[in-house]
C-alpha cells in the first residue's frame, strides 16, 4: 500500500503499529488505508503524529462483517510466515467515520505481536469516544483489557 510501518509490542497478543506513507514506493492502484490519501487526513498528520484509528481482531471475520454497517472489501493478505484477513472500505477512509473499528483475522499461528521484544509498555485500557457498532460486542467508552500473561 505504499507505506513505512514499525511495531511496538503493547504486551501479549497487542501491539501499536505505526503507518505512515513512504514517499519513495510507488503509489497503490487504489487509495491507501486508513484515509491516508485524504487531504484533511494529510494536513492533521502534517501537525505530527496522531493516534487516529484502532484495529480489532476477530476470530471470523465473515461473521463479523455480517453485523457491520458498512460495507468493506475484504482482503486476504500475507508477508513472510504472517497470514490475515482485514476488511477496509473501497475507498479507503476509516470505516463508520471512526465510530468502528477495522476488523482483522489472523490466520495460523504466527502473530507480530509473538515476536515483538519487550517495550516496557502495556496496553490496559481502550477508550473510544461515541457509540460503537454493532459488530463490537463490548460497551463504548474505556474498558480494561485483561492482564498480558508473563
Not at 500500500?1 to 511495531?7: C, S
Not at 503507518?19 to 492502484?29: C, F, M, S
Not at 502534517?46 to 471470523?60: K, Q
Request: aromatic content about 6%; proline content about 13%.
Amino acid at each position: 500500500m505504499g507505506t513505512h510501518n514499525r511495531l511496538l509490542s503493547l504486551g501479549r497478543g497487542r501491539y501499536l503499529e505505526v503507518i505512515a506513507i513512504d514517499p519513495d514506493a510507488p503509489p497503490p492502484a487504489r487509495p491507501r488505508w486508513f484515509g491516508l490519501d485524504e487531504p484533511a487526513m494529510r494536513l492533521r498528520l502534517a501537525r505530527g503524529p496522531a493516534l487516529i484509528h484502532w484495529v480489532e481482531r476477530t476470530a471470523d471475520i465473515d461473521a463479523a462483517l455480517r453485523s457491520y454497517p458498512e460495507r468493506v472489501d475484504v482482503f486476504d493478505l500475507a508477508r513472510g510466515d504472517y497470514r490475515w484477513r482485514i476488511g477496509v472500505p473501497p475507498d479507503g477512509r476509516i470505516p463508520c467515520g471512526g465510530r468502528c473499528p477495522t476488523l482483522i483475522q489472523w490466520q495460523g499461528d504466527a502473530h507480530p505481536a509473538d515476536r515483538l521484544p519487550r517495550s516496557g509498555c502495556e496496553l490496559v485500557a481502550l477508550e473510544t469516544r461515541g457509540p460503537l457498532c454493532a459488530a463490537i460486542a463490548t460497551p463504548a467508552g474505556p474498558r480494561r483489557l485483561p492482564p498480558t500473561p508473563e
